[in-house]
DNA sequence: CTTAGGG
DNA sequence: CCCTAAG
């Protein structure tokens, strides 16, 4: 809690430059006072375009910003999946180039950062937490795969950065970086110097990436963490099986091979020029349906005197001009990329139905209000990323635009999630809440040929959330849907009342599917969702006792809700 | 706006 | 999940 200064550096971030063909790297000293934006471009081998790290990235780099503040190091970013966004892009005949900037943050930046500090005091902690657990529970996540980057060299972001405490300090590479005027050639011969053998793989990139490793060598305990804590999850969680948590293990295991890589580079070197995290079959289909998406990343700025000030004007972009397209807006921007004027068009999505409303002005309207929600937005804007912007925004719409429950709304959830994930087990909750995700909207809306736009990630359910709906539904009763959302699923800002109402009509019809047979429910062959046993037989419970009437409990709390009447204390008044 | 149902 | 009809 006493983090508010820090949190402060933090806002002002650090700069991380992964530079392109021909950069100096300059790396900053990444101390508390650099520059909120971090650039990330790629080269996209073979046509050579640039590919500039996506906002779900910047997501990431926050939570890596935020131990950043503590640790001042860099992550090495694996840049893994490289070559799979990089095809992505090309086959999905993306145009090459997109980026945003966070060069706009000054004036605004500046500003919001004193309010946003005063709040910040409260929200970072369990902002961070929040971040963390995304990492570990979002298997979904964009970001995952979407995260094209790859430091020719030192790369700076880390898709774990979230949990990733002992980070390698890479401003020790400053003397590496000429890595990248050697050619192919040259790079052989520094990576046989390096590693005392030859190698045949002719990815640039890679040659770099491990020469730098294998200079740097430090990065080897640091999965650690994480995979510790998935194994305690699992432990915790063995018997209930949670699409989360054993996607947290893949996780972690990427981690430890990629670790792994820097050490034994063995048999690497074929499998790392195609050493890609597997993108999900939804990914793909997302990318591909996706066609002018919105990859909207950092550009790049010259390398020559990043880090030094704190955002050198020269980056700002100015907008070239503005175009719809089927409901987004597109903005080209001309970007100074290095010196070489960049047209690159940045998608602002707009949340279907949702009233659209200013941002900034909700900022300072509740600016008491949303902690991380406001950083989150505060980043957006200051770097006009369109996933950010939009991600945040929804959040805020969502936020702002459920009745009766406004702004507290999102504290109230950072506080459930801290709460829940530190008491762990609480009342009938004995399944773990791996889900505390409430942060993260990673939700991705696809846009209808009709113009609609349509939520594409099913947003798996937790036990955790199955659970509360149970809850609530014993509670309130089966129907009173909106109720349960309110109290039952505060802290669930997505989750509409018609979801809670589809998972129940889901749920009663497994529990009844599988009550006859005793054991079917654990045998059944792995379907998608492992519904516990016990679950499924409390709904059946609810179900009947609700088909036949309305338990007496019900209609108290009806009474009670309903009673608006008279029954509110008729002495006072 | 909230529910219920069908898709 | 989405969409829509109905209260």
């Known amino acids: 809690m006493e983090k508010v ?96 900037e966070g060069l706009s943050l000054s004036e605004n930046t500046e500003a919001d950062t004193e309010k946003l500090s005063t709040q910040l005091e409260e929200t970072v902690p369990s902002s961070a937490q929040c971040l963390s657990d995304d990492h570990v529970t979002q298997p979904g996540s964009v970001g995952e795969y979407l995260k094209p980057l790859d430091g020719p060299i030192q790369g700076g972001s880390s898709t774990y950065a979230g949990y990733i405490n002992s980070k390698p300090d890479f401003s020790k590479l400053k003397g590496e970086i000429c890595l990248d005027n050697l050619s192919i050639k040259e790079l052989h011969e520094v990576f046989k110097a390096t590693f005392g053998r030859d190698t045949t793989v002719k990815d640039k990139l890679w040659l770099k990436r491990r020469i730098t490793m294998g ?66 079959k939804r990914y793909i289909e997302e990318l591909s349906e996706a066609e002018s998406k919105e990859y909207s990343g950092r550009l790049i700025a010259s390398p020559k005197n990043i880090g030094i000030r704190p955002l050198p004007s020269i980056y700002h972009a100015r907008p070239a001009r503005n175009l719809s397209l089927e409901g987004r807006t597109i ?43 406001a950083t989150f937005i505060k980043r957006g804007l200051d770097v006009h990323g369109s996933h950010m912007v939009s991600e945040s925004m929804n959040k805020v719409l969502e936020v702002n635009s459920t009745p009766g429950q406004t702004p507290q709304q999102f504290v109230a959830e950072s506080n459930n999630e801290k709460s829940s994930t530190d008491l762990g087990q609480n009342m009938e909750l004995k399944y773990v809440d791996t889900s505390g995700d409430t942060s993260d909207d990673n939700v991705v809306t696809v846009p209808t040929a009709k113009g609609g736009i349509r939520r594409k990630h099913h947003r798996a359910w937790t036990l955790s959330e199955v659970m509360k709906l149970v809850e609530g539904v014993s509670k309130y009763g089966a129907g009173r849907w909106s109720e349960i959302k309110r109290l039952a699923f505060a ?49 059946r419970e609810l179900a009947e006792m609700q088909a036949q009437g309305p338990s007496p409990n019900l209609s108290a709390s009806k009474l009670s809700a309903c009673g608006s009447v008279n029954e509110t204390r008729p002495g006072y008044l």
Request: hydrophobic share 35%.
């Open 5 to 100: 200064v820090e949190v402060e550096g933090f806002d002002e971030g650090k700069f991380e430059v992964t530079g392109l063909e021909k950069s100096n790297f300059v790396l900053s000293s990444t101390k508390h006072v650099a520059d909120p934006v971090v650039y990330k471009l790629v080269r996209v081998d073979g046509n050579g375009r640039l590919v500039p790290a996506t906002d779900d990235e910047l997501m990431e780099v926050e939570g890596l910003l935020e131990n950043e503040k503590r640790e001042a190091h860099i992550v090495a970013d694996t840049g893994q999946a490289l070559g799979c966004t990089s095809n992505e892009v090309s086959s999905s005949g993306m145009p090459q180039l997109e980026s945003s």
């Open 215 to 280: 200079l740097t060598n430090s990065w080897k305990e640091y999965p650690a963490v994480a995979v510790e804590y998935n194994v305690d999850l699992l432990n915790s969680l063995s018997s209930q099986i949670d699409e989360h948590q054993t996607i947290s293990v893949v996780k972690s295991e990427n981690n430890v091979v990629e670790n792994n890589l820097a050490n034994e580079d063995l048999a690497a070197d074929q499998r790392a020029a195609k050493r890609v995290r597997k993108p999900t």
């Open 331 to 373: 903005t080209t921007r001309l970007d100074s990329l290095g010196g070489f004027g960049i047209q690159v068009p940045c998608v602002y999505r707009v949340r279907r139905s949702r009233p659209r409303k200013n941002v900034t002005a909700l900022l300072k309207f509740h600016p008491s209000d949303m902690g991380m929600t």
């Open 491 to 539: 802290s669930y800002s997505y989750r509409t009342s018609v979801d809670l109402k589809d998972k129940w009509r889901n749920l009663l019809k497994a529990s009844f599917a599988q009550t006859p047979t005793d054991k079917g429910a654990n045998s059944r062959k792995h379907p998608s969702m492992p519904i516990p046993a016990p679950i499924l037989l409390r709904v």
